[in-house]
């Protein structure tokens, strides 16, 4: 399932190409019936809080959540648009551009002072713009409220948005917190410690595309072997203390960690 920074990665492909552009809308399969209400309208703004996509057209948004299956596709034209092949949900299209969305879980159309009020039933989302800061403090006072474990916690997209199975291994090891302390004992400088890193490290997701989460590996494209800290690294050693990464699962979702790195 794609994490928040491939969300917001989508959000931004749609304000660079269709922004203030008439936007033909159809659903070529034919289950999106409301693709016609919006069709023809300008985009006025395209956004993203955690795993959910908004476009904001002139009299209503749509809202997208793409689940495990859901896909995008961008491509470019000139004379005709490709033909639409498989289960095309929504096509989005302006004079040069096609988009195709398939399998996606959600693909609605919502009254614009609805996207406020499904915003608000969310966590705080590290890659939203924050000028006052409110997030990490709301993050903390939503994870200590709690006592089932902060692995758990940190994919409840209510407590944090965007956080996927790989930015919760990652951020976890990072801080040396063992995932299955209870929200409620984990101490308030470790949850600012994850909030501040995952407001530097989510960034370099959308920018890259990959979930970079490696000190030494921020940069460039490292291979697939190399990107990780614990996350599919079971029974191989731990890259700080040579113990093996654990596997387990939490809530049907495959965890990993080091037993002795976060014990
Ligand atoms: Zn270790």
Known sequence: MPE???????????QKLFLH??????????RFTDAGLVSG???????????????HFETAAIRIHLGIYGKWKFSTFEDTPPEPYGQ???RFQNQSHVVDLRGPTACEVIELDQVPV????????PLRPDPKQLGRES??????????????????????????????AEL??????????PGN??????????????????????????????????????KKDDRYNVYKREGLPCRSCNQNVAIGLMQARKLYWCPKCQA
């Open 4 to 14: 928040g920074h491939s969300v917001h990665r989508t959000a931004k492909q749609f």
């Open 21 to 30: 552009e008439p936007t033909k809308i159809s659903s070529p399969q034919g």
């Open 41 to 55: 309208q300008q985009l006025t703004k395209s956004e993203a809080w955690g795993k959910q996509l908004v476009l």
């Open 88 to 90: 095309v949900r929504a």
């Open 118 to 125: 499904l915003f608000d039933r969310l966590g705080p989302d």
């Open 139 to 168: 993050f903390i006072e939503r994870v200590q409220k709690r006592k089932v474990p902060i692995g758990q916690l940190l994919m409840d997209q209510s407590v944090l948005a965007g956080v996927g199975n790989v930015y919760r």
């Open 172 to 181: 976890l090891f990072r801080a040396n917190l063992s995932p299955f302390t």
């Open 185 to 222: 004992q984990v101490p308030s400088d470790d949850l600012e410690a994850i909030w501040d890193d995952a407001v530097a490290l989510m960034p370099l997701g959308v920018r890259t595309g990959l979930m970079l989460t490696r000190d030494g590996y921020l940069k460039g494209r490292p």
